[in-house]
Every structure is written in C-alpha cells, then in structure tokens.
C-alpha cells in the first residue's frame, strides 16, 4: 500500500518522549511541500513556522519542477487519490530517483529543506498561544476553547481557499495537508492527558467527529499526533480510534527495558497499526504483517518487519525462551485477539 | 410493527451487514431511510454499486432518504447562529439532529410511508445537536422512539469489546441487545489475524 487517501485522518499515538512521532509529523509535511501541496499546521507547543524550518530535505537529482508534475487531478472529493509518505517497507537507496511512475519521495533527515522549495507553497498555521481567544457561540460553547478556535480556523482555509469546491477555482486543484501536533494534551487546555476523570471527556471526540465532516467534504488529508501514553481514560482513546481512519502508535525502546534486548537490537522501536481505513469497500484489507519496527538510521527513518530470530539452540537458557515467547505473543497480538498463554511451539 | 435488528461486531467491522441490508431493501423494492454517522454519502454508493445498487438513483426517486451525519454536523457547527434566546429555549432533543437534518418531511410522512428503516450507528454519542453528547440512556430513549413511532424494521450496527473501559457504550449496547428481535454478532475468530 502507501498513502493517505484524501478526505481522511491519520492519527499517530505518540511515542514516550514525541521523537519518532514528530519525524513522521514533518515527513507528511515535507512530502505536501514537494508535490506542491497547501499546509496547514497548527501546534500548541512550537511555532509552526519553526516546525517548517526543520522539515528533511528531499533527495532530487532535477529541478523541482518536474516534481510538481506529478501531483495528478483529483476528480471528485472521495476518490480514492493517493497523497504519498514516508512508508518505506524494505529500506533502499535509489540513484535516480525521479521517474513518472514512482510514489512518493526519499528524504535525507541529515539535511534541512531549503527555503525556495518553499515559495510557492502557501502554508497557513495555527499557533494556540497566538490566537487571539474565541468569543464563545452556544454552538461551540460545550467544546474545548482550543479546539473550538482550530477547527473554525481549518474551516475558515478550506472555504476560503476552495478546498470544498465553494469556489471554482481557474487555477489546478490542490490538497491541503493539515498537521496538528499533539492534540489532546495540557497545552490544548483539554486535561484528558492528566486526569482518570477529565471534566469533559468529550471535547476531543467531538473535535474529531467535526474535523471527520471537514476532510470527508474537502480536498485535504490530516495527520494527528496524540499523546496517547498520558490519556489514562482508555474509554477516550477508543473512541478516538473509531473516529479516525488509521490508527498506528509508535512505542520507542528509549528507556524501557527492550533497549537492551538482544531481540530488538536494530530497532528503536515497534509500530501498532491500529486500525486501517474502511475506504468504498466492504470490509478492510488486512496486511499480512502485522509486526512492524522502525529504526532512524542518519539519513533515513526506515519501517520494516520485524523478523524473530529463529529459536535454534538448545542451550538457550529458560528465561530467554520465555523472553521470545512473550515478545512473540504480544507482537502477534497486533489488532486482534492473539492466541493466548505463554506456550512457544517446540520444534 | 416491524422488527428490529441489531448488528453487533466486536474486534472485526460488522458495516458489511450494513451495506448487505442497504442494498437487499432496496433491491427487494421497499422504502429506506438510511442515516449514516462516520461515513459519506459517496462511500456507500461505490460499495453498493459493487453490490448492483445505485443509491444515486435511488434517492431521486423518493425510495432511499438518506441522512449524512458529517454533513449535517458542519451545517449545524458552521452554519448560522440563530438568536440566543431561540436556542436556549429549545430543550436540547435526541431528535434535533434529524430534524435539522431536514427529515422532518420523512417522519411525519411517518409509517405509512417508511416501510422500512434503516439506521447505522458506529458511536451514537459522538452525535453533537447543539454541542451536547447524548449519554446513553438518551440514545436508548432514542431508539425505542423510532421504533414505536415508525412501522417498519429497524437495523442498527453497534460496535463492543470485551475488554472495552468504555462503559457508555457497553450499557448502549446491552441495553439495545435487550430491545431487539434479533441480534446478529460479528466476531473474529482467535487464530485469524483480525
């Protein structure tokens, strides 16, 4: 697969400490300014304009207008239009990397975007702290200030630059990414993240289901990360799930005990894909793979499966043993129920 | 007085009954009301024109009245105030939303005329007339309302996990699992992979 479709809503479960999630964060970012797209980002703790200032530069032999070229014409909202990236199943470096046919870009993490990559992208923000405060109206009333105030300001963009059809635009249609960088968290006001019993459990769902209605109805995509480890209200995080198209949480081995597991050596952590899009057709396809990794090499952020060392030895002492078939039970637990007890198979 | 249907699924998506049901109404002939919550319009009538019905076509012809939640909601968050005194007068009611949607004509009509009824809830509470959450004894006032005003069937899709802290939920679920005639349980089996 690969690739967002438009009009729908990718939420990233934060990992412990944001790194992970935030690379991906400005991946989706930095994909949007390479095929042209409009960004807008919002943030409750960083200057979007910094945000942009730290955005990978992307690996191009030619000039960038021949990049442009391959944003395709979108014929109707819910077409099933791919917006590429960072999805990189198998890591490998390409020469030339430009041709018609490919899929998204490659990025070099090492090296920051240049500004004139920039120019013609019309990138909108939203910074909380700078927004002046919303005049309550008794529809928004019952809804987080913070979240009340982006998602007029996301309306207003999408009206404003025609993003749903309002008016006919003379010039190519586009796509707006939007970003919105740890939502649900204390600096958006909302205290899900610091309570069991939150004074309104409700605000987040209600935001999401809103901003559900704007991509559904839009030419736009969104990415979200949350700070899922800090929402101890697992109710909440359900619903959040079911109101966003793909789910995937990030869990980094920084800190924990698998930093040191031999089995994890060349990662820096695990993927959980929550749950995926149930896009015009009758049920989901569900890949094959369900245990991902990712590693941050110097240039690249790589996904690949995760491949269990074969248990060959009979040597291997009784810890280890139940050490893999625990990490073997809970990789393949994945988004379903997994088969249950801690036995291994013995071969 | 119809029947009323209930599809649960739990760890798998169940909304594959919900197309099968849409589709064999409307093949079969009979009038549908179809509220959709989390999905558009377009979604439904690509799947079901894989299934050989066109929704489109369907509408124009007074057979299908369908009701688009995300659509509704933008009119009803973005749309124009209404005096504040208006507003504060009207008690907040399970049925706004569908009257705002413009249903109203559909309802009254009443049960002569729906034949049959479909509705489709994946999270009944996200519903926002008026910027309030319904609890779930509302939506379960909600639901025996249609059910006793309108004379057709009823199917409904509810989502529930065993190990779900949602406990709003699990109490709309039981509670409409007690109300319905029948109960059609989607489940994953333990050795697939979802």
């Known amino acids: 697969g690969g690739g967002l479709a438009v009009g729908t809503l990718l939420l990233i479960e934060e990992d412990i400490y944001g790194v992970y999630s935030h690379l991906l964060f400005k991946y989706f970012l930095a994909e949007g300014v390479v095929c042209g797209h409009d960004l807008f980002v919002a943030s409750a703790k960083e200057l979007p304009a910094n945000i942009l200032k730290e955005l990978p530069a992307p690996l191009l032999d030619n000039c960038k207008n021949e990049v442009r070229e391959e944003t395709t014409t979108v014929t109707s909202e819910d077409d099933s239009m791919q917006i590429a990236w960072r999805y990189q199943n198998f890591p490998k470096v390409e020469a030339s990397p430009n041709t018609s046919s490919r899929f998204g870009h490659y990025y070099d993490i090492s090296k920051t975007m240049s500004s004139e990559l920039f120019h013609s992208i019309k990138c909108h923000s939203f910074f909380l702290p700078e927004e002046p405060s919303l005049q309550p109206t008794v529809k928004m009333h019952n809804m987080n200030c913070g979240y009340a105030r982006l998602l007029q300001s996301i309306q207003k963009i999408i009206y404003q630059e025609g993003f749903d059809g309002s008016h006919p635009q003379k010039k190519q249609k586009n796509i707006l990414r939007i970003g919105i960088q740890s939502l649900g968290s204390m600096l958006w006001g909302d205290d899900i993240s610091c309570t069991d019993n939150p004074e309104d459990a409700h605000s987040l769902t209600k935001f999401l289901y809103v901003l559900r209605g704007l991509l559904r109805k839009s030419l736009s995509a969104c990415i979200i990360t949350v700070p899922a480890h800090l929402i101890q209200n697992k109710a909440i995080m359900e619903r959040v799930t079911n109101l966003s198209d793909v789910v995937v949480g990030l869990e980094s081995f920084i800190g924990s005990e698998r930093e040191t597991n031999p089995l994890y050596k060349d990662y820096h952590g695990l993927i959980h894909v929550h749950q995926i899009p149930r896009l015009n057709c009758l049920i989901c396809d569900v890949s094959d793979t369900k245990d991902l990794a990712f590693r941050l090499k110097r240039k690249q952020f790589t996904i690949e499966r995760l491949h269990l060392p074969p248990d060959l030895s009979d040597t291997v002492s009784r810890s280890s043993k139940q050490e893999l078939a625990a990490a073997a039970k809970l990789l393949s637990s994945g988004c379903g129920a997994g088969a249950g007890g801690k036995k291994h198979l013995d071969f | ?194």
């Open chain 2, 1 to 194: 007085q119809g029947k009323f249907t209930l599809l649960r699924d739990t760890r798998t998506d169940g909304s594959f009954l919900v197309h099968h049901f849409l589709s064999f109404y409307l093949r079969a002939g009979c009038k549908v009301c179809f509220v959709a919550l989390l999905q558009s319009f377009s979604h439904y009538n690509i799947v079901a024109q894989k299934l050989g019905v066109n929704l489109t076509a369907a509408k124009e012809r007074g057979q299908l009245v369908f009701l688009e939640g995300l659509g509704s909601c933008l009119d009803v968050v973005f749309g124009e105030e209404e005096p504040e005194e208006e507003q504060e007068a009207k008690q907040p009611h399970p049925l706004q939303f569908l009257s705002h949607c413009g249903a109203r004509s559909a309802w009254a009509g009443g049960g002569s005329e729906c034949q049959n009824l479909l509705l489709f809830q994946r999270d009944l509470r996200a519903l926002l007339p008026r910027g309030r959450v319904l609890p779930a004894a509302v939506c379960i006032k909600f639901v025996h309302y249609i059910y006793i005003f309108c004379q057709g069937n009823i199917v409904m899709l509810v989502h529930s996990d065993e190990d779900s802290e949602d406990k709003e939920n699990e109490l709309l679920v039981t509670s409409l699992c007690h109300h319905s005639d029948l109960i059609l349980w989607a489940d994953s089996i333990p050795s697939a992979l979802c």
